[in-house]
């Protein structure tokens, strides 16, 4: 139906930036709001940043002036931009999209997750 492939992951040592990609592809009419979540070891997921189709953005607290979401909605893309990286933000980051079908059907996906290590 839908695949949610994200990228960009990895490890970077405190301050320094990283930016996540991830596109969506299969048998989609529709991307209504889109967003990235993360979740650390022993912690339950949290948002992080979401945006809508016209390209309103919202943050988590913790990231405000620091990170950047942003969308091409020609590729069916995400992205996440993230700047001054702190260690609390290690955690496994997923992207979620709102997606129509083509047949109608409408639900929220998910990616598999990718990585981000923020060394001290």
């Known amino acids: 139906q839908v695949q949610l492939v994200e990228s960009g992951g990895g490890l970077v040592q405190a301050g320094g930036s990283l930016k996540l990609s991830c596109a969506a592809s299969g048998s989609i009419s529709t991307i209504y709001g889109m967003g990235w979540y993360r979740q650390a070891p022993g912690k339950p997921r949290e948002l992080v940043a979401l945006i809508t189709t016209g390209g309103s953005t919202n943050y988590v607290d913790s990231v405000k002036g620091r990170f950047t979401i942003s969308r091409d909605n020609a590729k069916n893309t995400v992205y996440l931009q993230m700047n001054s990286l702190k260690p609390e933000d290690s955690a496994a980051y997923y992207c979620?999209?709102?997606?129509?079908?083509?047949?109608?059907?409408?639900?929220?996906?998910w990616g598999q997750g990718t990585q981000v290590t923020v060394s001290s």
């Open positions: 979620t999209a709102n997606v129509r079908l083509t047949y109608g059907y409408k639900s929220n996906y």
